[in-house]
């Protein structure tokens, strides 16, 4: 038996936009204090965070880009859903990801993912 996912729900600041002053407030779930998932238009995105130091739950645009991981899931239960990634990912290895969901991701494009640097 696997041990419970432990999820925070939390909100999430991420800007400036196209104005300096201009910032967006999302609501999400929050996976080790270091990354959170987001619903934005339909799209479940995981992006990573920092903690803001003296406010509960808020978080603030971490170092790099986002993700989306799921399309179209409006009307689901986004913390189930979230749930069943992450125990389906826990129960693979890096290899079985490449080569059974990184590489059969649909509209994706070429990558270079630079592994040589794992020597």
């Known amino acids: 038996m696997s041990a419970p996912i432990s999820l925070e729900l939390a909100s999430m600041v991420l800007g400036p936009f196209d104005e300096e002053h201009q910032y967006a407030l999302y609501e999400g779930y929050v996976l080790n204090g270091r990354h959170i998932f987001i619903l934005d238009d339909g799209q479940l995105w995981l992006r990573h965070v920092h903690k803001t130091p003296h406010m509960e739950h808020l978080y603030i645009d971490g170092d790099s880009g986002g993700m989306i991981i799921a399309n179209n899931v409006e009307g689901t239960d986004v913390r189930e859903l979230i749930e069943t990634i992450i ?31 794992l020597r």
């Open 87 to 117: 125990t389906e990912l826990c129960g693979m290895d890096g290899l079985q990801f490449l080569l059974d969901v990184l590489l059969w991701t649909p509209d994706r494009g070429d990558l270079n993912l630079k592994l040589e640097s």
